[in-house]
């Protein structure tokens, strides 16, 4: 089967399309021929060698939808030609992918794979930002990264929970009409001198060197839920002068810490695509041999909606 690798750290050039044997699922895991695997910042930042580096040839994880063809010691509720979706911590790009049976779950029958890819695992983060900023219709919020595959759902999930005013903050203009079109009351640029009214709540999907302007454009009190790869760093001063606060959001620790509330919200992403209140996005689907350029769109920061790889 054919799997993409890295065997030294860089821009997405490095990636190499490989022939590797078939893996075999484990206790408590899915073989699953990969129909869709998405694409996210995390892969770019993981290739170019930042943060923890793990021992080469690399590869990477990601969402994956496709067929079971095995099912590994111990795995109850899932079975050979079940359709689903989940995480892949590693090896996710690839032809046949192990997927845990906790990040899995049952993509509809009337649902196909690129759906299901880009609204599953996107939706999960965005409804779980939302939840740990514990908005009320009261709330105005701003979303960095918008226009990305968590940022267009989240934009329209803060309109459909009554959020009073979304403000959309995104890399270009050209992303307007895109996020308009989604329900963003107002759509800013990064470099922009001032990012609208100040909001009572940011969510930061891109942290790095924006974080300090993300925590300028909360008001008195505001609260940032901060849910992405890109670090940062702010003055603790800057907090304190304003009553401002920052809160900490990973899925690995909600799932675990809030599972009812993580399996409601599965249900409601499927229940609200279904009826047409939740527009999935899918900016590019790109052929798994050509995974470099999917990640270069990524890189560039073009996207509107999820990057979508397709063996």
Request: aromatic share 4%; glycine share 10%; with cysteine.
């Amino acid at each position: 089967m054919r799997s993409v690798r890295y065997h030294q750290y860089g821009g997405p050039e490095v990636l190499r399309l490989e022939e590797v044997p078939e893996p075999e699922p484990g206790p408590g895991q899915l073989l699953v021929r990969a129909e869709a695997i998405g694409v996210t910042l995390p892969a770019i930042r993981k290739v170019g060698g930042e943060g923890e580096r793990t021992a080469l040839p690399g590869t990477l994880g990601g969402e994956v939808a496709g067929r079971v063809i095995a099912v590994g010691p111990q795995v109850t509720g899932y079975a050979i030609g079940d359709r689903v979706v989940g995480l892949a911590f590693t090896d996710a790009y690839a032809d046949v992918v192990v997927v845990p049976t906790f990040t899995a779950s049952l993509v509809p029958d009337e649902a196909d794979c690129t759906q299901a890819v880009a609204l599953v695992r996107s939706g999960h983060v965005a409804l779980a930002a939302l939840a740990t900023a514990d908005l009320t219709e009261a709330d105005s919020v701003c979303i960095t990264g918008a226009a990305s595959g968590v940022g267009h759902l989240a934009v329209q999930l803060a309109k459909l929970q009554g959020v009073k005013r979304v403000t959309a903050a995104v890399s270009s203009t050209a992303k307007a009409d895109f996020l308009s079109r989604l329900g963003a009351d107002e759509v800013v640029t990064y470099d922009d001198a001032q990012w609208g009214d100040p909001v009572d709540v940011v969510l930061d999907a891109v942290g790095g060197e924006l974080l300090p302007r993300a925590v300028a454009a909360l008001r008195p009190g505001g609260r940032l839920i901060f849910f992405n790869s890109g670090g940062g760093t702010v003055p603790a001063f800057d907090l304190l002068a304003g009553s401002k606060t920052i809160t900490g959001m990973t899925m690995a620790r909600f799932a675990a810490t809030r599972r009812r509330l993580y399996e409601d919200h599965h249900q409601q992403l499927w229940h609200l695509h279904h009826a047409g209140r939740l527009h999935v996005a899918i900016h590019a689907e790109v052929a798994l041999s050509d995974a470099a350029e999917a990640l270069r769109i990524i890189e560039a920061r073009v996207n509107c909606g999820k990057v979508v790889l397709v063996p």
